[in-house]
């Protein structure tokens, strides 16, 4: 009997065959653990996926809603993978999308009487340059004293989703409703028009344009050049004469800016008001679609619309009596195995006979 | 225990990449106490060849033969087991452990590691080689040749009975350089094989028993070392004759580009490492920083380039004073720099050969217009650089990690010298360059000095500095010893300079 052992032998170049099939695989994959989760638990696998999917892709209004998650998720996602790109771990997006909500409200709760071309514009506006500047906070720091941005940019999301509630339970709270956590309701010239009589919003063209913008800079521009080069070595980058502090510090409040365009778009074409808990953590799911997407900003609408299905589907799940977790389980298992997909897209599996001769 | 390697021979070894055809129907052979010498031009397959003898590649076609049996090698490991260690040109040791540390990493089974029969056997085989060096000490304490020495050990603790060492003095000083070769000498005087990839021929002169010359990834000469001269095998590589380059024309500088005053500044470990270096560089003259690296070399071409803050003292380039200004104002004001560290900061080895040709050039015309890179332009202007500085690469998208040696470096020179700056400062040029490229940026340099350009060669081999500098300053401990122009120079004179002895050197 001969026997064999396998060997993992590096690949010149990525497959790019794997870098297609693998994230399918790891769909699939998730899906059978999952399955296998669910049936542990005493339900049916199958009738659980059924509900969701059909919920989520199968009719109009699914799909609407599926569209309404998938906003969020592409702009935040489309925000931090501006940061990742430079090797920044801006991890803050939920944060920044909070307080890109804020200041958004602002306007429509201090002015409620501004027409709406100045109302929108501005919206956009504070709300980015609020996402912005959160995110600042943690670049400067980091630019100067090289502190960890990880770090940083975790905790100030504690702060800004309790910064929002402060607001909301107190000075900011509408003091004709009843007791609840939300401001007053922003007027219509505040909100931003949704296509025909849906729930999807003009939001949707914001992600499209800074996904198109962002593919444009990353490929073609000489600034996405810089970006690259000093996202893959500072040392060569301070040798070409790059400044890699102003670059932080851009980089990261465009990547704040983004986020918080995002938490605007979420006050403005969904809610209407602001309020306790605007977002079910798309900011920390932005960071798993971005790099699902290998940070290609055309890739990152495709997989946003896949999360915010597996979100939409969740609720759905929700109402069968399964918990809304199952969500975020698949979407943890999927990019568990993506990550470990990895490999085979960089590496090829090789048997080698114990003799040491080689076989197909 | 291993078994000795009485003969070993790599039979029609042929190895493809994508694009290239690196080593083609390549045979080898090797004796007990033999010494191996591998020539041949940057990206003649040397490297990809002893990569797959270790069982990093795999070869497409051929075999390997050792003690007259086929083994099939297909990884370092397997490799070890058989005897075979390797040597690479950039260490592999971890900074932050004990020598004896390094040495054992990896190695034991056991959770509990015995140390002390560790150090006991690291003794053993420093004693038996005459390697000097301390099993506790920490890597980043110790010189680059030192580290390679660790790298050595490493390999013999493992039980290898052939090593194979590439490049191994491209990063060494001469004196480091000396020791080595007196070292392998008693390591192949006790039975042991070695295969030596080299592109100083004086060091395969007297080193090495054979040589194999590799051109184009075939074997073109195997012959005896007493049976060849230096210049017959350089010619066997090229395939031309060389002529050494040599000054021409009288000595006439113009003004001054580059001026340090007085200039301090401190080295990594928070040490003084400049301690008021002054020094002048005019139009049209190469001016030569000779001394044993870790002088202060590195932190004077880093200064001058503005990576490193000087503590007091005055630089001015061009005409302005530039102490304080940013890097990217010093690449403006004009100075071409070709750092010493060609892979961390000279070229970023995961972008492809086009990218890195650009790296300074990326924000302005004609590679950019507006917030646009102009593709058509910036591919047409590598072309011709790649097809210029003899580049061999497959296209201009090939990453630059796959290019062997001497063509990153290449490729940094083609930048860098294209880019016609004000000053120069070339921190050890040649270093990994074949004879044929060394010679070519030999006469690059001089063009530069023809041109008015005002150069600053830093660099350990003495003949180089003799043959192309105008003057040369003496770098010691963070001064200028003296600057002596070329007509006085001599290797007993220099020799003495670096030794920091100034009194007899006049
Ligand atoms: N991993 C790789 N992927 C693609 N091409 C490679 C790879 N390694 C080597 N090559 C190509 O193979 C050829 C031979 O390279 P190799 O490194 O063996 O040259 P070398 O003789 O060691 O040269 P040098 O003296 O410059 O170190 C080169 O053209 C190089 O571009
Ligand atoms: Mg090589």
């Known amino acids: 009997m001969e026997r064999h052992s396998y060997k993992l032998e590096k690949r010149l170049t990525p497959s790019p065959v794997m870098v297609f099939i693998i994230p399918i695989i790891s769909v699939l994959l998730a899906l059978i653990l999952g399955g296998i989760f669910l049936s542990m638990t005493g339900r049916e696998p199958l009738a659980v996926y059924t509900i969701m999917f059909t919920d989520s892709l199968g009719s109009k209004y699914g799909l609407t809603e599926t569209i309404v998650k998938a906003i969020p998720l592409a702009l935040t996602a489309l925000g931090v993978s501006l940061a990742f790109k430079m090797k920044l771990w801006n991890i803050g997006a939920e944060g920044q999308f909070y307080m890109g909500a804020m200041g958004a409200s602002w306007l429509p709760l201090t002015f409620p009487t501004l027409p709406v071309y100045v109302m929108i514009p501005g919206m956009v506006v504070l709300g980015m340059t609020a996402g912005g500047l959160w995110a600042l906070l943690t670049a400067i720091p980091r630019a100067i004293w090289k502190v960890n941005e990880i770090i940083t940019t975790l905790m100030l999301n504690y702060i800004a989703i309790l910064w929002v509630d402060y607001l909301v339970f107190g000075p900011w709270r509408d003091p004709l409703g009843s007791n609840f956590p939300i401001t007053a309701a922003f007027s219509d010239a505040a909100r931003l028009p949704g296509l025909g009589d849906s729930r999807i919003h003009s939001g949707l063209f914001f992600a499209l344009a800074i996904a ?143 003799k040491g001769e080689e076989s197909k | 225990m291993v078994k000795k ?66 083994v099939s090698i297909n990884s370092p490991k397997e490799a070890i087991a058989l005897g075979i260690g390797m040597v690479h040109q950039h260490f592999m040791l971890v900074p932050t452990l004990t020598v004896c540390e390094n040495v054992i990493l990896g190695l034991s089974k056991s959770f509990i590691v015995d140390i002390k029969t560790a150090t006991q056997r690291i003794r053993e085989i420093t004693d038996t080689y005459g390697l000097a060096i301390n099993p506790d000490a920490y890597v ?144 049209g003259e190469i001016l030569g920083i000779a001394g044993v690296s870790g002088n202060g070399q590195k932190e004077l071409a880093e200064v001058i380039a503005g990576l490193r803050k000087l503590s007091k003292g005055k630089i001015s380039l061009n005409g302005k004073e530039s102490t304080k200004m940013s890097p990217a104002n010093i690449i403006e004001q004009g100075l071409g720099y070709i750092p010493e560290d060609r892979l961390r900061v000279g070229t970023i080895p995961s972008f492809s050969i086009w990218e890195n040709l650009i790296l300074k050039d990326h924000h302005q015309r004609p590679f950019a217009k507006h917030l646009l890179l102009q593709n058509r332009v910036i591919m047409s202007h590598s072309s011709s650089l790649v097809e210029k500085y003899g580049i061999k690469t497959p296209t201009l998208e090939t990453p630059t990690s796959s290019l062997s040696g001497g063509n990153i470096q290449r490729v940094i020179l083609a930048r860098e010298i294209t880019r016609s700056p004000v000053a120069l400062v070339a921190a050890y040029p040649t270093r990994g360059l074949d004879i044929g490229a060394t010679e070519y940026l030999h006469s690059k340099l001089l063009e530069a000095r023809s041109n008015g350009i005002g150069v600053l060669l830093i660099s350990e081999d003495l003949e180089e500095l003799m043959s192309l500098c105008d003057n040369i300053a003496v770098l010691y401990e963070g001064r200028v010893m003296k600057v002596i122009p070329v007509e006085e120079a001599n290797e007993r004179v220099l020799g003495l300079l670096m030794a920091g002895i100034a009194e007899q050197a006049s």
């Open chain 2, 140 to 283: 980043w304490q110790l010189s680059v040749g030192e580290q390679q020495r660790v790298e050595i050990i490493k390999a013999l603790y493992r039980g290898a009975n052939l090593l194979i060492l590439d490049e191994p003095t491209a990063v060494l000083t001469p004196q480091e350089s000396k020791e080595l070769i007196q070292l392998l000498r008693n390591m192949s005087a006790q039975g042991n094989s070695i295969i030596i990839i080299s592109h100083k021929l004086h060091e395969v002169m007297s080193l090495s028993d054979r040589v194999t010359v590799l051109r184009d990834g075939e074997v073109c000469a195997d012959v005896c070392t007493r049976e060849t001269s230096q210049d017959a095998l350089a010619q066997l590589m090229v395939g031309r004759e060389m002529a050494p380059c040599q000054r021409e024309g009288t000595f006439s500088p113009g003004k001054a580009v580059l001026e340090l005053q007085e200039v301090y500044s401190q080295g990594d470990k928070g040490t003084e490492a400049l301690t008021g270096v002054s020094l002048t560089i005019r139009e």
């Open chain 1, 212 to 354: 198109v913008i962002l593919a444009i800079v990353f490929k073609y521009s000489r600034w996405g050049y810089s970006i690259n080069v000093i996202g893959s070595s500072e040392r060569a980058a301070s040798y070409a004469g790059m400044n890699i502090k102003r670059n932080i510090l851009l980089v990261m409040f465009l990547s704040g800016a983004i986020s918080g365009l995002a938490g605007m778009a979420e006050v403005s074409g969904i809610i209407g008001k602001l309020q306790h808990g605007i977002s079910p953590g798309y900011g920390y799911t932005a960071i798993i679609v971005a790099w699902l997407s290998k940070l290609n900003p055309l890739a990152i609408l495709i997989v946003s619309v896949l999360f915010g299905a597996l979100q939409v589907g969740g609720y759905a799940a929700q109402i069968e009596g399964v918990p809304a977790a199952v969500a975020t389980m698949l979407q943890g298992m999927i990019l568990f195995f993506v990550l470990g997909g990895e490999i085979f897209t960089n590496y090829r599996v090789r048997r080698v006979s114990r």
């Open chain 2, 5 to 70: 390697i009485e003969h070993l021979e790599m039979v029609g070894i042929t190895k493809r990449f994508p694009g290239v055809l690196s080593n083609n129907n390549v045979n080898i052979q090797i004796k007990t106490g033999e010494v191996l010498a591998i020539l041949g031009e940057n990206g003649a397959g040397k490297t990809t060849l002893m990569n797959i003898l270790y069982g990093l590649y795999k070869p497409d076609a051929g075999k390997i033969l050792l003690n007259g049996k086929q």
